[in-house]
């Protein structure tokens, strides 16, 4: 089945280590998306890309990084994790043109900062 | 800039009872979608609410639009113990280009 995919589902670091958190998708979709979702809360864009374009939100931090290698795949790179940061991170998919335009989430990574 | 604004932000109800939640946006746009989280899961896609006028129903849910009125509502009907999640819309930040920008959700906790 197609589908958005994330690793690792669990995520624990230090603070201040670098982490990376994967997302892979057999959709075939031109963009993808980063979210992060903090307990009870709505999921809030970090930034996503268009094939190869990045767009960066205006107010996601520098410490988070996202490469894009492929269409298949994309990395979200905390730099130097704070205890702020522990959240459930999203990865999303959408064709991105032409209907239907419906985002297709993957199961999420959570990520506990110690 | 675009804003969600969804209500109730917290709903507890009867089983057997019908409520309705209520999705309200700020700019144009008639591309809204309803999304459903269970805790400590991802979202699991709902509906997507492409036109004006739009209707769906899925089970004992109905959503609907209203790009003149900015309103969307997800009609729940005879509400089942299973319904129990936290129910969010969105809608897109710019046509054709799809940021979604999401309302704070609906914490729906259906009890006997």
């Known amino acids: 089945d197609a589908m958005v995919i994330q690793n690792p589902r669990y995520q624990v670091t230090q603070f201040g280590k670098p982490v990376t958190l994967s997302c892979s998708q057999t959709l075939n979709h031109n963009v993808m998306y980063w979210y992060q979702q903090k307990s009870s809360q709505a999921p809030k864009l970090l930034f996503h890309?268009?094939?190869?374009?990045?767009?960066n939100e205006a107010d996601t931090p520098d410490n988070f990084q996202s490469r894009r290698p492929n269409t298949s795949f994309c990395f979200l790179d905390i730099r130097s994790p704070g205890l702020g940061d522990a959240a459930m991170y999203l990865c999303?998919?959408?064709?991105?043109?032409?209907?239907?335009?419906?985002?297709?989430f993957g199961p999420g990574t959570r990520l506990t900062v110690t | 800039e675009l804003k969600v604004e969804q209500n109730p932000l917290f709903l507890s109800m009867q089983e057997g009872k019908n409520y309705t939640i209520y999705c309200n946006y700020s700019?144009?746009?008639?591309?809204l979608y309803w999304y459903r989280q269970d805790p400590g899961k991802s979202l699991e896609s709902l509906f997507v609410l492409l036109s004006n006028g739009a209707v769906k129903q899925e089970g004992r849910l109905m959503a609907s639009l209203d790009t003149k009125a900015r309103l969307s509502t997800l009609h729940i009907t005879a509400a089942v113990h299973d319904l129990s999640a936290t129910y969010f819309c969105a809608v897109d930040k710019t046509p054709g280009n799809t940021p979604l920008v999401f309302g704070k959700g609906t914490r729906l906790s259906v009890i006997a």
């Open positions: 999303a998919t959408s064709r991105g043109q032409g209907a239907p335009y419906e985002q297709y």
């Open positions: 890309y268009y094939d190869k374009d990045f767009n």
């Open positions: 700019t144009t746009s008639d591309r």
